[in-house]
């Protein structure tokens, strides 16, 4: 049960394309509970610890499925926030930091040079 929750979470995150580093505060959620709940059932160590990858690992799974999913889908309403994915042609993104681009400076004519 509790790795269904760490999947369906991982696709909601895909699906939102949450950033990488915002996915560590999951994580470490599930780490921590799956950790705990393997305790409280008495699993063995390595029980334990196949339980608390296999959690970390559909969890991660079900990120990169939900963020293909809207990355590659031609419908922006596939979206749940209704935003059209970067497709390159757009200057409005984001950069590989997460951050804005400013759009490139309009080419103006240049009437020094050239012919007069």
Not at 62 to 77: H, R, T
Not at 83 to 103: F, I, T, W
């Amino acid at each position: 049960m509790f790795a269904g929750i760490s999947a369906i979470g991982g696709l909601v995150l895909g699906f939102y394309c949450v950033p990488w580093r915002v996915i560590v505060i999951p994580n470490l959620i599930i780490a921590i509970v799956s950790v705990v709940v393997s305790l409280d059932q008495n699993f063995s160590f390595l029980a334990g610890f196949a339980f608390v990858f296999g959690c970390l690992s559909l969890n991660q799974i079900a990120y990169v499925i939900g963020a293909a999913i809207i990355v590659f889908s031609e419908d922006p309403k596939a979206s749940p926030t209704g935003d059209r994915a970067d497709d390159g042609e757009s200057y409005q993104g984001h950069n590989a930091k997460g951050l804005y681009k400013d759009p490139p400076p309009a080419r103006r004519a240049d009437h020094k040079r050239g012919y007069h």
